[in-house]
C-alpha cells in the first residue's frame, strides 16, 4: 500500500513543527544508482535513528526528542534518474517543461517565460537541483541543525563516499502567521478536505509507481524589504489584497483606501483562528480589477474541484528565513539603493500532484503570469521587483511503500534487503545490503 | 429571458433573438424535472444583487484521454485531425490544425483554429436567416462560402425552416442529439467541407448546450455530507458518486461547471445561479509571453481572437498568415525550463482556459428540507478504469496502426458519453 511520506502537514488539526531545513545532495562522479541507493539507505536509516533519539557518534547516549516531532521527507530530482542503473524512467512531473530554467550563468535570468519572478543578480548557479533533496521539519531548531551536521557526518564516513551535501537552506514559522512584508501569510491554504486530492498523485496514469507519491516544489525568495517598505499601506494592502492589520480580505479598493468587509474577522478572533475558516480565510471572488491584481487573488481563482490540476491549487508548507547578507552595498539588494545587511524570504514549499499545478499559476494570463508579486506592478516598480529567487527546485516525493528501505529504493534499480528495526540504545550500524534485481519497471 | 447572440459577436433581430432563446429554453425543458431546484434560473435578470464569477473555467485540453492513457498519447490523439477531433475534443472547444507544405514540399502545420461557439446558435440562425448564417461563416472563413457548402442545396430559401435546419445539419453541424434530427437522418457529425476541414463551430453533440445545462443545473443543489452527524460540503466524489455519474468526474469542464456551481450554492447557503448574458462559451486570454518566434515576441497578427468581445471572445485562430513563410512549428512554447515548437492544438489548449461567465445572486437561505444528505463517496473515483477508457485506448490502438502504416479497424469508436 502507497502512501504519502511524512512531513507534508495536510490532516486535519496537524501543523508543521516550527523549524524546517532543506537538504540538496549531489551524487559524485562516476557514482551509479545502486551506490547512491546504498548511501541513501544508510543516511535514511540515520535519520530515523535520530528521531529515536540516536546519534551515531555517541554510542549508548539517549537525546531527549520528545518534544521535537521530527519528520523527514526524501525527494529525487530530475538527475536522479540520469544515474547509470536507474531503476525507472524519469517521472512525467520531473519532464523539463515542469522544472524550472536555470539562472543565468552570468547571474539573474527568468525563472520561467512568462513569468515575472527573476534570479536575483547574484545567482548564476541554482543550488537546488541536485539529485536528492531532504525536508526536516521539527519543533526545535536544535533538531533540523543536527539533521544537517549528522548528514554531513555519514555522507563523508562513508568507505566509498557517493553523495555530498552540497547546500542547505534553513527556516523558521512564525507564531504571529506573518511573513516579513509584515502581511499574515497562508491563510487561504487548501481545505483540509481538499487536500490530498490536490497533493497526492492518484490513479489514473501510466506510472503506477508513483501513485501516492507527490511532487515538492522548492523556491527560496527573498524580499525586497526597503522597497516594500518605500510602499504606502493602502498600495501595500492592495498589491497584497489583504489588510495589513487584521488580515481581513480587501473587497474593494475604495475611495478612501481599500475596504474590507465589515465583519471580518469574526468577533473576538483573530483572523487565522479557525472562526473565520468559512468566511474570511479564503479571499472572495471580487470585481474590482485593481483588487483582483493583488496577490492572494491571483494566486486563487477559486475553480473547483480543487482536485483537477486546472484548478492550480496546491498545498503550501512555508518557512521564513532572515540571513546575513551583504545588501549594503550599492546593488547588493536585489530592488533598488542600499539593502538592510541581511536578506529576508520565504522558503516556499508546495506539495502538488504534478507540478504543472504551479507552473501554471506563475505563468498564465490573469493568473500570476508575468508579474512578480502582484498588485499594480506597472505603477509601483518597487512590486516588480519585490521578489528575486535565489534557489528553485522541483522533487519527486515517491510514496512509503511496504517493505522499501526508504522511500523510492526501487527507483534506484535496485531491491535492498530490508532489516530489522534497531533496538533503542543498540548502537549497531548494519550495513544495507544490495541484493541486486530491479523489481520495477524497466526504465 | 434575455439572452443575445454569444459574445455579442452578431447583430440578432427581436424575432432571431427570440427563436435562440427559444433553443435555450427547449434544452432546459429538455432536463428532468427532478434535476430544477430554486438555485439555477436560465433568466440571470431575476438575479438579487447578482455578481459574476471568474472561477468556473478550465484548461481547454481534453481532460479524459490524459486520465486513460497519458499525456503523450493524449496530445497525439487530440492533434489527429478530425479524428482526434471528433473523438476526444469534448471540452466544449474544439479546433483544427491547418496545414501547408513548405519550401521542400513537406506538408507542416500553418495555423491552429479555435473555436468554442455552440452548433445551436449557428443552426437556429441558418433555420431562420440563411443569409446571416452565410455573413457569419464568410466572416469566419475568409472567403463566402456557396449555399451548397452551406446547405447541401443551391437555394435554402426555397426550403421551410425546418429543411434548413436539416440540410444545415448534414452539411455543416450534424445532429447534436436531437431526436428530430436523427429521426431525419441527419448524422451526428456533418459530411461538408466547411466545418470538417476548417473549425467553423462546434459540432459534438456533449460540446451543446444541453449538456451545459444539464452539468449546471447538476450542481445546483443543497448537497452535502454528513459522515459525523456534522454537515459539510460534498466533494465532487462524494457528488458524482451519488448519483452514479462518475464520468463527470473524469473530465475538466464537467466537474468544473456542476461543483462550481454547486461551491456558489453552498458557499453562499442557497445562493441563485444563473449564465450571464450572452450565453455563450468564452476563451480567456492567455499568456503570449510563452510563445516566441525568432527569439522575439509572436507577432500579433498570428494571434486573432475574433466572434466576441475583449474577455468573452469564442474563437482564436494562431499562427503565421497564409501569406508568411513561417510555419506553427517555427513558433516556441517556453514551458518550465523546456522549449518546444508549437506543433498542433494541444500545447496550445493547454495555455488556454474555457468557460461560460456565470452569476450568482442572493436568494432565501437553504431550509432544512432542501438540503440533500448524500452518502459519502466510498473511494476516489478512478477515471482511468477500464471500462471508461476503453473507447480512448481503442482509438489509440488505430492511431498507432494507422502510424505504422498498418490495416485498422474501420469503425469508428464511440466517444466517451457524459
Not at chain 1, 525527494?75 to 544515474?83: D, K, S, T
Not at chain 1, 507552473?359 to 519585490?386: H, I, Q, R, V, Y
Not at chain 2, 434575455?2 to 429554453?25: K, M, Q, S, V
Not at chain 2, 435546419?165 to 431525419?184: P, Y
Request: glycine fraction near 10%; proline fraction near 8%.
Amino acid at each position: 500500500m502507497a502512501a504519502l511520506q511524512e512531513g507534508i502537514y495536510h490532516a486535519p488539526g496537524r501543523r508543521p513543527g516550527r523549524h524546517f531545513a532543506a537538504l540538496f545532495l549531489r551524487v559524485l562522479p562516476g557514482v551509479g544508482a545502486r551506490a547512491a541507493a546504498a548511501a541513501l539507505g544508510d543516511l535514511w536509516e540515520m535519520l530515523q535513528d535520530l528521531k529515536g533519539g540516536r546519534v551515531r557518534d555517541l554510542p549508548g547516549v539517549g537525546l531527549t526528542v520528545d518534544q521535537d516531532d521530527m519528520t523527514v521527507l526524501l525527494g529525487f530530482g530530475r538527475n536522479a534518474f540520469a544515474l547509470d542503473g536507474v531503476g525507472l524512467r524519469r517521472p512525467r512531473g520531473l519532464a523539463d517543461e515542469y522544472l524550472f530554467r536555470s539562472a543565468d550563468p552570468a547571474g539573474g535570468g527568468p525563472l520561467l517565460r512568462g513569468s515575472g519572478l527573476s534570479y536575483a543578480p547574484v545567482v548564476s548557479a541554482n543550488m537546488a537541483t541536485e539529485a536528492f533533496c531532504v525536508q526536516v521539519i521539527a519543533e526545535s531548531k536544535l533538531a533540523v541543525d543536527r539533521a544537517v551536521v549528522e548528514t554531513w557526518k555519514v555522507l563523508s564516513d562513508a568507505s566509498e563516499p557517493a553523495l555530498e551535501l552540497t547546500t542547505f537552506y534553513l527556516g523558521n514559522q512564525r507564531n504571529d502567521h506573518r511573513s516579513w512584508i509584515d502581511f499574515h501569510d497562508g491563510l487561504s491554504n487548501l481545505r483540509s478536505e481538499d487536500r490530498e486530492g490536490v497533493i497526492a498523485i492518484g490513479p489514473g496514469t501510466d506510472e503506477p509507481w508513483a501513485v501516492g507519491g507527490t511532487y515538492l516544489a522548492f523556491l527560496r525568495i527573498a524580499v525586497d524589504l526597503p522597497g516594500w517598505r518605500r510602499l504606502s499601506r493602502a498600495d501595500q494592502e492592495l498589491a497584497v489584497g489583504r489588510d495589513k492589520l487584521s488580515g481581513c480580505p480587501i473587497v474593494d479598493a475604495g475611495g478612501d483606501g481599500p475596504r474590507v468587509d465589515p465583519g471580518c474577522p469574526v468577533a473576538g478572533t483573530q483572523i487565522w483562528e479557525s472562526a473565520n475558516d468559512a468566511q474570511f480565510s479564503e479571499p472572495p471572488e471580487v470585481s474590482d480589477p485593481l483588487v483582483r491584481a493583488s496577490h492572494v487573488q491571483r494566486a486563487n481563482h477559486h475553480i473547483r474541484p480543487a482536485s483537477d490540476s486546472g484548478s492550480r491549487r496546491i498545498f503550501r508548507q512555508g518557512y521564513e528565513f532572515l540571513e546575513w547578507a551583504d545588501t549594503r552595498s550599492p546593488g547588493g539588494s536585489q530592488g533598488t539603493g542600499c539593502g538592510p545587511g541581511f536578506r529576508a524570504g520565504l522558503n516556499f514549499v508546495s506539495f502538488q500532484d504534478t507540478p504543472a499545478r504551479l507552473l501554471k499559476m506563475l505563468t498564465a494570463g490573469g493568473w500570476l503570469g508575468g508579474a512578480n508579486f502582484g498588485g499594480d506592478e506597472a505603477k509601483l516598480p518597487e512590486l516588480a521587483s519585490l521578489l528575486s529567487v535565489f534557489a528553485a527546485g522541483v522533487y519527486f516525493v515517491p510514496p512509503v511503500v511496504d517493505g522499501e528501505p526508504f522511500p523510492g529504493a526501487a527507483a534506484l534499480g535496485a531491491a535492498i534487503a530490508a532489516r530489522p528495526p534497531v533496538e533503542p540504545g543498540s548502537t549497531a550500524r548494519p550495513d544495507p545490503t544490495i541484493t541486486g534485481g530491479a523489481p520495477a519497471p524497466p526504465a | 429571458m434575455p439572452y443575445d447572440a454569444p459574445g455579442h459577436a452578431d447583430e440578432l433581430t427581436d424575432e432571431l433573438r427570440a427563436r435562440w432563446n427559444e433553443t435555450i429554453a427547449r434544452a432546459f425543458a429538455s432536463q428532468k424535472d427532478a434535476l430544477k431546484k430554486r438555485f439555477f434560473t436560465l433568466d440571470a435578470g431575476e438575479l438579487r444583487n447578482p455578481f459574476s464569477t471568474d472561477a468556473i473555467k478550465w484548461p481547454g485540453d481534453p481532460g479524459k484521454p490524459a486520465f486513460c492513457v497519458g499525456e503523450a498519447n493524449a496530445q497525439a490523439l487530440s492533434d489527429w485531425g478530425l479524428t482526434g477531433r471528433r473523438a476526444v475534443q469534448l471540452e466544449y472547444c474544439e479546433y483544427m490544425v491547418l496545414t501547408a507544405r513548405d519550401a521542400t514540399g513537406a506538408l507542416r502545420p500553418k495555423r491552429v483554429e479555435i473555436t468554442t461557439e455552440f452548433r445551436e446558435f449557428w443552426a437556429c440562425v441558418a433555420m431562420h436567416d440563411p443569409d446571416k448564417v452565410r455573413a457569419m461563416a464568410t466572416d469566419v472563413l475568409g472567403a463566402e462560402p456557396s449555399w451548397r457548402e452551406l446547405y447541401g442545396v443551391a437555394d435554402p430559401h426555397a426550403l421551410s425552416a425546418e429543411e434548413r435546419e436539416i440540410a444545415f445539419g448534414h452539411t455543416c453541424a450534424g445532429h447534436g442529439n436531437d431526436r428530430r434530427l436523427r429521426v431525419a437522418g441527419v448524422p451526428a457529425q456533418p459530411t461538408g467541407r466547411l466545418n470538417m476541414q476548417r473549425a467553423l463551430f462546434m459540432t459534438h453533440p456533449i460540446n451543446g448546450i444541453d449538456d451545459l445545462i444539464y452539468v449546471a443545473i447538476f450542481g445546483a443543489h443543497a448537497y452535502c455530507v454528513a459522515p459525523r452527524d456534522e454537515r459539510r460540503q460534498a466533494g465532487g466524489d462524494d457528488v458524482f458518486s451519488a448519483f452514479k455519474v462518475t464520468h463527470l468526474a473524469c473530465n475538466h469542464a464537467d466537474p468544473t461547471i456542476s461543483l462550481g456551481v454547486y461551491d456558489l450554492v453552498y458557499q453562499a447557503r442557497g445562493a441563485q445561479v444563473a449564465f450571464q448574458n450572452p450565453l455563450g462559451m468564452y476563451i480567456r486570454e492567455p499568456n503570449l509571453d510563452v510563445f516566441s518566434h525568432d527569439g522575439g515576441r509572436v507577432p500579433d497578427d498570428w494571434v486573432r481572437f475574433s466572434r466576441g468581445r475583449p474577455g468573452s471572445y469564442m474563437r482564436l485562430e494562431f499562427g503565421p498568415p497564409d501569406d508568411h513563410e513561417a510555419f506553427l512549428d517555427d513558433i516556441t512554447l517556453s514551458l518550465g525550463a523546456s522549449e518546444q515548437p508549437l506543433t498542433g492544438g494541444y500545447q496550445l489548449l493547454r495555455e488556454l482556459e474555457i468557460g461560460p461567465l456565470m452569476q450568482a445572486g442572493e436568494a432565501e437561505p437553504i431550509a432544512e428540507d432542501e438540503w440533500e444528505l448524500l452518502e459519502p463517496a466510498p473511494g476516489t473515483i478512478a477515471c482511468d478504469d477500464a471500462e471508461s477508457c476503453r473507447a480512448v485506448r481503442d482509438l489509440l490502438v488505430r492511431y498507432e496502426a494507422e502510424r505504422q502504416g498498418r490495416e485498422a479497424p474501420r469503425t469508428m469508436p464511440e466517444p466517451p458519453k457524459p
